[in-house]
Every structure is written in C-alpha cells, then in structure tokens.
Nanobody, 123 residues
Framework: QVQLAESGGGLVQAGGSLRLSCVAS????????MGWFRQAPGKEREFVAG????????GYGDSVKGRFTISRDNAKNTVWLQMNSLKPEDTAVYCC????????????????WGQGTQVTVSS
C-alpha cells in the first residue's frame, strides 16, 4: 500500500500562485509515476499533470499547460504542483495519485489516491 497526503490548498485571488505537495508513505515509492487530478463540483475528474519515476518525463492537461509545473524529489517521497497565473476555473479539489510504470492521463490507470486538497480561486 502507498498512502498519499496532499497539502497546500487554499483560497487565492485570480492571477496568484499556490504550491501543492503530496507526500507518499507506506511501501516503497520506487517505480511509481505520480499524477495530479482535479474535480470541480458537477464536473468530471480532470487530468492536471503527471511525472514519471525518474522525473524526466512529464505531461500536462491542455488547460494548465504553461501555468502549472509538476516536480518530485524521490529522496523526500514528495511530489509538488506549482500553480501560477491561477484562474477561477482552476477551482477544484486536487488529488495526487500513484501508479507503477509510465505517466498516465486516465484516472483508472492509477492505483493509489490521496484525499485531496481544496483550491479556490476568487475573481
């Protein structure tokens, strides 16, 4: 089992920035690709960003490209999502997820999920 715990969410004005963290515990973090997904009320879960185990391969959802950056430090079992130029439409619960293998953009590909952290962007 891999346990994931997100933090860093909050309320921010449009144009502002937030940095989300996801810390993994439990079994080894080794070999796991990590992803960030978000879900707003009444909407489908959306892929935000993903990063492979070694950190050299990343992927982003179209709506966040150029604004969000995913990174990781395996020594700290931590993945971050730096979110800049935030927009009200970025408001959602953000969850991190883990899967063995390469980066995936589909939620069903991920085995482990955190509880999520709320991000609210005011206009």
């Amino acid at each position: 089992q891999v346990q994931l715990a997100e933090s860093g969410g909050g309320l921010v004005q449009a144009g502002g920035s937030l940095r989300l963290s996801c810390v993994a515990s439990g079994r080894t973090f080794s070999g796991y690709a990590m992803g960030w997904f978000r879900q707003a009320p009444g909407k489908e879960r959306e892929f935000v960003a993903g990063i492979n185990w070694r950190g050299f391969s990343t992927g982003y959802g179209d709506s966040v490209k150029g604004r969000f950056t995913i990174s990781r430090d395996n020594a700290k079992n931590t993945v971050w999502l730096q979110m800049n130029s935030l927009k009200p439409e970025d408001t959602a619960v953000y969850c991190c997820a883990a899967r063995l293998g390469s980066v995936g953009a589909l939620a069903y590909e991920y085995e482990y999920w955190g509880q999520g952290t709320q991000v609210t962007v005011s206009s």
